[in-house]
């Protein structure tokens, strides 16, 4: 029997390969939906089309994040500490390398890896958790995961650290759940990185409102291509430049504007820096991709010269940067601490969203609430969206 080329063995296979990477680089089409969904102002309609999605197993922690994060705008704060639970496990059983994953992206692209979070949205899992618990009135909950927090800073300190908003959700967790040494740690550590003041204590007939006021939505990856030469290609994700600003906030009482302090983080410029961060792992990947696609094709080539040029053609076009993200995020996080005396009040909130673009938006909602001495309670905004 004579043996068959190496051409015709590895074409057909090749370019059954490159249909499915092709075919695999893009998010699971349930996703696109429920984030249009939510975009538009429907938290019922998102959580409806993410309750019945059928992703991808690549897709699986963005379907988890973006439950949970839908539901929690939605107020249903159980659902969402149980989706980013799931996301959280799921992150844990990653960092064990799947074999299958690597292989696969080695030879197409790292779409075909499942996805697993950049090292800022790994955080703010436990920041929305956070928020959760102490909008449940479960503060040693809400220490518990200001705990898996400060691990997560101890590893990516550096990348995490201009997060404010987390920072001090974190503090004001473990201050919540009686832990005030945890909680002096982080004011401390806030007050050395960005110079600010340490939080004044609560006087003995004075309560606190805080808010947590999450404000457009964060800018999604784009790709970027760069070309060595006409057989090799190297495409990248990137997070554009947001011209996004953090809402303006007034909160008065009658015709009084109270004082506040406030802190914001913006989540575009956190998470650009995290994939920064991961540039020389992703340009690894590219060097050891462009070596193994290089090795087929002309393994390919030395047996059929057309079947060769083929194989470089769809080799190239199959490498494809990885743009997933969780593209629920807001643009902006941020917290306010407004201190009151105990008793009954009736506040005015005013929040303007400014996109830089439209001139802003004016939201102003109307909070009654009675505050215990040494009360803190705690309220969640989500600008544009209508939690049904």
Same mark, same amino acid.
């Given at each position: ?77 159980q659902d969402s500490i149980v989706a980013l639970e799931r996301a959280a496990t799921l992150i844990d059983e990653m ?158 009482e009658g015709s009084h504007v109270l004082p506040v302090e406030r802190v914001d983080t913006p989540l575009s410029r ?29 393994? $390919?080539?030395? #047996?059929? +010269? ?5 194989? /470089? &053609? *769809?080799? @190239?076009? %199959? ?47 109307? $909070?009654?609430? #009675?505050? +215990? ?5 705690? /309220? &969640? *905004?989500? @600008?544009? %969206?209508?939690?049904?």
């Open positions: 029997m004579s043996a068959v080329p190496l051409s015709n063995r590895c074409t057909p296979a090749l370019l059954l390969t490159g249909v499915l990477a092709l075919q695999a680089c893009a998010t699971s089409s349930a996703l696109h939906v429920a984030r249009d969904q939510f975009r538009h102002g429907s938290t019922s309609d998102a959580l409806q089309t993410l309750s019945e999605a059928d992703v991808s197993r690549r897709d699986r922690l963005l379907l988890y994040m973006d439950r949970g994060l839908v539901a929690q705008a939605a107020g249903r704060y960092d064990y390398v799947s074999v299958r994953d690597q292989t696969a992206s080695v030879i197409t692209s790292d779409w075909a890896s499942r996805y697993g979070g950049e090292y800022s949205e790994r955080l703010w899992i436990h920041t929305f958790q956070m928020i959760n618990f102490l909008m449940l009135d479960a503060p040693q909950s809400a220490a518990v995961e200001a705990r898996r927090a400060v691990a997560l800073y101890e590893q990516f300190g550096e990348v995490l650290k201009q997060d404010r908003f987390s920072r001090s959700l974190m503090a004001l967790s473990f201050m919540a759940a009686g832990q005030r040494d945890s909680a002096m740690v982080e004011y401390r550590k806030l007050a050395e990185d960005f110079d600010i003041s340490l939080p004044e204590p609560l006087g003995r007939q004075q309560g606190e409102l805080v808010l947590f006021i999450a404000s457009g939505f964060i800018e999604p990856k784009l790709p970027g291509d760069l070309i060595i030469d006409i057989n090799a290609r190297i495409s990248f994700p990137f997070y554009p430049e947001s011209f996004e600003n953090p809402p303006a906030v007034r909160i008065l956190i998470s650009s820096t995290a994939l920064a961060a991961r540039g020389k792992t992703i340009a690894a990947r590219h060097a050891l991709r462009l070596t193994a696609k290089y090795g087929i094709a002309e393994a $390919i080539n030395r #047996e059929d +010269e057309l079947a060769g040029s083929i194989a /470089r &053609l *769809l080799l @190239l076009a %199959i490498e494809q940067a990885d743009t997933r993200s969780w593209e629920t995020l807001p643009a902006y996080l941020t917290l306010v601490r407004i201190p009151l005396a105990s008793g009954k009040h009736t506040l005015i909130l005013q929040v303007e969203d400014i996109d830089g673009l439209s001139g802003g938006v004016r939201q102003q909602r109307e $909070i009654e609430l #009675e505050v +215990e001495p040494g009360q803190r309670q705690y /309220r &969640l *905004l989500r @600008l544009g %969206i209508n939690p049904d």
